[in-house]
């Protein structure tokens, strides 16, 4: 869990408005099954912010990138839906949530007591109230150090044995009690039995599959 102070969070980028008015841009946002990682299978409301600096050639949200390609949404807004849809939790995911400060949105989501999940290359540095942290480092850009304390799953996308190198270097970098996730790339399916054989002989690693693609939703 990540808090911070919520004075400070209004300041940087959002000057005096109110939390409620703030607007991000976004890609998408909906009511879903979590497909993968730790909380697969749980129903989540899912807040896509536009906008990534990190550009992963695998990308499977390359729309994402353009941050002005997207609305702009108020908190207010975002809110509503999230409360709506009864999910239990709301997943804030991209294109890369870390480049906007999440002060204002995260603030409105808890006085609504929903629970805070973002996906994060950990990229750029944290902000708002974060519930759990799931980080999945990229190599293209590293995640900062500062954000590894509050890791609550690390969830590393493999395609080749390159990426359990980089699993195990940021593993080493994570709290104790971390859930370690080893998640095979969509479209390299070779790399499964690889990883099958790794989580075998390193049993502190689990797999985390794409399940939403099986079940064809978002
Ligand atoms: S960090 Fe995420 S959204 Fe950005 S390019 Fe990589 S996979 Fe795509």
Not at 170 to 189: F, H, V
């Amino acid at each position: 869990m990540f808090e911070t102070e919520v004075k400070s969070a209004l300041n940087t980028e959002t000057g005096l408005k109110k939390p409620e008015d703030v607007l991000y841009p976004v890609m998408e946002h909906f009511f879903t099954i979590q497909g993968e990682g730790a909380h697969t299978g749980r129903p989540a409301y899912f807040i896509r912010t536009a906008g990534c600096d990190v550009k992963c050639w695998w990308c499977d949200v390359k729309d994402s990138w353009d941050g002005d390609k997207h609305p702009k949404i108020s908190v207010r807004d975002l809110a509503v839906s999230a409360e709506a849809s009864r999910a239990p939790f709301v997943v804030i995911t991209g294109g890369e949530p870390l480049l906007h400060d999440l002060g204002p949105l995260t603030t409105v989501l808890k006085q609504r007591n929903l629970s805070i999940h973002i996906e994060t290359s950990g990229s750029s540095p944290l902000s708002g109230h974060l519930d759990w942290i799931t980080l999945s480092p990229k190599r293209f850009k590293k995640p900062l150090e500062e954000v590894f304390p509050y890791v609550d799953e690390l969830k590393v996308v493999v395609l080749t044995k390159k990426d359990l190198k980089w699993a195990e270097e940021n593993a080493a970098k994570c709290p104790e009690g971390t859930r370690l996730l080893l998640q095979p790339e969509w479209d390299t399916p070779e790399s499964m039995p690889m990883i099958v054989e790794y989580v075998k002989n390193n049993p502190q690693w689990g797999i985390s599959l794409q399940t939403h693609k099986f079940l064809g939703v978002r």
